[in-house]
C-alpha cells in the first residue's frame, strides 16, 4: 500500500524558513516523480513543485509564485521528499501536500502538513 | 501554462439526480494526464479518476470521466449525500501541473 507521510509544518514568522519531509512506502521511491502541492485556508489546490527521479535526471520545476524561495530535493536512502521554503510570506501559509502521480496507475496523497506563516 | 477551467463554478441538485462537471483545457492534453478529485472540508482530496476516465480503486461506479482534448467531464449518474462535495480536475502532461479552481456541488 503506497503511503506518504508529511511532516515539520508549523508556525513560522514573515520572513522565516521551514522545511517538510515526506516519507514514502509502499513502492520503489527512487523511480518515482515527486510533486508538492499546497491550498491556503478557504482556497483551492495549488501546485507548488516537482521533482524528476535521479534515472530521469533528478530535475526541478517550480510554479511561479514560488520559484527563487522554494527547493525540492529528495533522500532516495531514507524515501524521503523535501520542501525547503525560505523568505516565507503570510501567502505561503497553507496546508502542503506531497503526492506522487504514475500515469496509468494513479495519483496518491498524503495526509498535510499545515504551515501558517504570521507574526 | 495550461489553463484548466471547470464549470460551473456551483451546481446545486438533489440527491437521485445526475452531476455533469467540465474541465476546459487551453491546450489539448494527453488524456492519461487528467485527474479528477472530490474534497469535503477538513480533507486531503481523493483521488476519483486518473487518465481521464479510470476509476480509482473503491470509487463507486456511478462516478464516470469521459473526454480528450480540451474537454473532460466528471458524471456522477445518481447522486448521493455523500457526493456534495467540491470537485477538482488537474493535469499533469505540462509543468505547471495545473488545477482546475473547482466546481462546489452542493445541496438544492
Known amino acids: 500500500e503506497v503511503q506518504l507521510v508529511e511532516s515539520g509544518g508549523g508556525l513560522v514568522k514573515p520572513g522565516g524558513s521551514l522545511r517538510l519531509s515526506c516519507v514514502a512506502s509502499?513502492?520503489?521511491?527512487?523511480?518515482?516523480?515527486m510533486n508538492w502541492v499546497r491550498q491556503a485556508p478557504g482556497k483551492g489546490l495549488e501546485w507548488v513543485g516537482r521533482?524528476?527521479?535521479?534515472?530521469?535526471?533528478?530535475?526541478?520545476d517550480y510554479a511561479a509564485p514560488v520559484k527563487g524561495r522554494f527547493t525540492i530535493s529528495r533522500d532516495d536512502s531514507k524515501n524521503t521528499l523535501y520542501l525547503q521554503m525560505n523568505s516565507l510570506t503570510t501567502e505561503d501559509t497553507a496546508v502542503y501536500y506531497c503526492?506522487?502521480?504514475?500515469?496509468?496507475?494513479?495519483?496518491?496523497w498524503g495526509q498535510g502538513t499545515l504551515v501558517t506563516v504570521s507574526s | 501554462e495550461i489553463v484548466l477551467t471547470q464549470s460551473p463554478g456551483t451546481l446545486s441538485l438533489s440527491p437521485g439526480e445526475r452531476a455533469t462537471l467540465s474541465c476546459r483545457a487551453s491546450?489539448?492534453?494527453?488524456?492519461?494526464?487528467l485527474a479528477w478529485y472530490q474534497q469535503k472540508p477538513g480533507q486531503a482530496p481523493r483521488l476519483l479518476v486518473y487518465g481521464a476516465s479510470s476509476r480509482a480503486t473503491g470509487i463507486p461506479d456511478r462516478f464516470s470521466g469521459s473526454g480528450s482534448g480540451t474537454d473532460f467531464t466528471l458524471t456522477i449518474s445518481r447522486l448521493e449525500p455523500e457526493d456534495f462535495a467540491v470537485y477538482y480536475c488537474q493535469q499533469f502532461g505540462s509543468s505547471p501541473y495545473t488545477f482546475g479552481q473547482g466546481t462546489k456541488l452542493d445541496i438544492k
Open positions: 491546450q489539448s492534453i494527453n488524456s492519461i494526464y
Open positions: 521533482i524528476k527521479s535521479k534515472t530521469d535526471g533528478g530535475t526541478t
Open positions: 509502499g513502492f520503489t521511491f527512487t523511480n518515482a516523480w
Open positions: 503526492i506522487r502521480y504514475k500515469p496509468l496507475e494513479g495519483v496518491y
